[in-house]
């Protein structure tokens, strides 16, 4: 278990260290599928497809989040839109709160289980690494929005509040396919962070934070362009 979660923080740290792109929209039917970082062209971009009728729900594969702003303006749109939202793969930073902007939200398959998660933390300048206090009351707010009284939960503040580091994260893994001993939240202070010293909240988890507001992993189809290129392999 710790080689697998070893393993999921590695590919954590690539996805972060990302170039900035704009997001990689593709719609499916009822399907909008959103891929990689969060950018401010996306702003518009994602206006354009949210206008567009027939649109039940938003899939977010894989992505290291992005600019604050517009993560925080684009969580509107999809929650004002009542979009059901899916993750397939990772989605931390602003993507987690496209993610919690939706009415129903979900784990979807298409990754594996150790690398399907959602990442939370407080804002920090994406320049300076500098932690940016003020800004993570923004997202503390839109939390309390869809989460109501779950968001006091000491867990996610710690997350918001309580990192030394710009890169620490509150690692928050799929509900359905992880052996249960890998579906505790943990909060591991920095990327830096050997998987054994990430701090575990046994029985915490995605439904009892209200993350999820179901524990079913979602069947998927992803994009061709959006799936998993290379295997993932877990050393002996």
Same mark, same amino acid.
Do not use: W
């Given at each position: 278990m710790r080689q697998k979660m070893a393993l999921a923080l590695c590919l954590l740290s690539s996805l972060v260290a990302r170039p900035s792109t704009a997001m990689q929209l593709e719609r499916v039917g009822s399907d909008l599928y959103a891929k990689g970082e969060i950018v401010d062209a996306d702003f518009l971009a994602f206006q354009t497809q949210l206008g567009k009728p027939g649109l039940s729900r938003l899939i977010l594969v894989n992505s290291p989040g992005g600019n604050l702003w517009t993560a925080l303006r684009i969580a509107e749109q999809v929650r004002d839109a009542k979009l059901h939202t899916v993750v397939s793969g990772s989605c931390l930073s602003g993507c987690s709160l496209l993610f919690v902007a939706g009415r129903q939200r979900q784990f979807g398959s298409g990754y594996p289980a150790r690398a399907t998660l959602i990442g939370?933390?407080?804002?920090?300048?994406?320049?300076?690494?500098?932690?940016? &206090?003020?800004?993570?009351?923004?997202?503390?707010?839109?939390?309390?929005?869809?989460?109501?009284?779950?968001?006091?939960?000491?867990?996610?503040? $710690?997350? !918001?509040?309580?990192?030394?580091?710009?890169?620490?994260?509150?690692?928050?893994? $799929?509900?359905?396919?992880?052996?249960?001993?890998?579906?505790?939240?943990? !909060?591991? &202070?920095?990327?830096?962070?050997?998987? $054994?010293?990430?701090?575990?909240?046994p029985g915490q988890n995605a439904l009892s934070l209200g993350v999820v507001t179901n524990a079913h992993t979602v069947a998927l189809r992803l994009p061709s362009s959006m799936r998993l290129q290379k295997a993932i392999t877990v050393p002996n």
């Open positions: 939370i933390h407080g804002a920090h300048d994406g320049n300076s690494r500098k932690l940016l &206090p003020g800004a993570s009351i923004q997202i503390a707010a839109f939390y309390r929005k869809q989460l109501g009284a779950k968001m006091d939960s000491g867990v996610l503040r $710690e997350a !918001l509040y309580g990192m030394k580091d710009y890169s620490g994260l509150l690692v928050i893994p $799929e509900m359905q396919r992880p052996r249960a001993d890998g579906r505790d939240v943990r !909060l591991c &202070p920095s990327l830096r962070t050997r998987t $054994e010293s990430c701090r575990v909240y």
